[in-house]
């Protein structure tokens, strides 16, 4: 596939090419989460719980892309939010580069551990679990771009089983949804 040769000056909005079999991305948002749980004994006298969070997202990903017109992506993320609630998540994603790198859908799977706080309670606790995240990145100009992307967990559990035996080893639901600005480089 020949390229085309850009004038000194000239601005493309295309996509950077794949040149090479490996990409890495970067990006900055916007995280809102939503966790609750329906059955956990509160200080404050209630029985259930919910926090929405707001919290400001940002991620890498390193990866191979390959395949026929180098269409196909696997590579692993490191993802955080840090706000009202902080996580940490890191795994695994498969991706596809569709329309010479226009739209990107992904696939991941991994595993996150949050920061949680609860009412009346001075304690501090780590919940984790398996999670699962779908999105879609459009390039605008150049590899950069937006990228909406939806999560949810297997219900998360405390991690310390003596603190999660404190509130009768409470199950927490967790869906997030992330927007940010992305770049995506496949030259290095």
């Given at each position: 596939m020949e390229e085309k040769q850009l004038n000194h000056g000239e601005f493309s909005f295309a996509p950077i090419p794949a040149s090479t079999h490996s990409y890495g991305a970067f990006r900055i948002g916007y995280v809102y989460q939503d966790?609750?749980?329906?059955?956990?004994?509160?200080?404050?006298?209630?029985?259930s719980y919910r926090l929405s969070s707001h919290n400001a997202y940002f991620g890498l990903e390193?990866?191979?892309?390959?395949?026929?017109?180098?269409?196909?992506m696997l590579g692993g993320y490191l993802d955080a939010g840090a706000g009202d609630t902080y996580y940490l998540s890191a795994g695994g994603v498969f991706a596809l580069r569709l329309f010479d790198?226009?739209?990107i859908p992904k696939v991941s799977i991994g595993y996150q551990l949050q920061h949680l706080g609860?009412?009346?309670?001075?304690?501090?606790?780590?919940?984790?679990?398996?999670?699962?995240?779908?999105?879609?990145?459009?390039?605008?100009?150049?590899?950069?771009?937006?990228?909406?992307?939806?999560?949810?967990g297997l219900p998360f559990g405390i991690v310390r089983s003596a603190q999660a035996a404190n509130y009768d080893n409470p199950k927490f639901n967790m869906y997030a949804v992330m927007v940010?600005?992305?770049?995506y480089d496949f030259g290095i």
């Open positions: 966790l609750y749980s329906k059955s956990i004994p509160l200080k404050n006298g209630q029985n390193r990866g191979w892309v390959g395949g026929p017109s180098k269409l196909l790198g226009w739209l609860l009412p009346e309670d001075s304690g501090l606790y780590n919940i984790q679990s398996a999670v699962g995240t779908i999105g879609l990145f459009v390039n605008v100009a150049q590899g950069f771009g937006l990228s909406l992307e939806a999560r949810s940010s600005f992305t770049f």
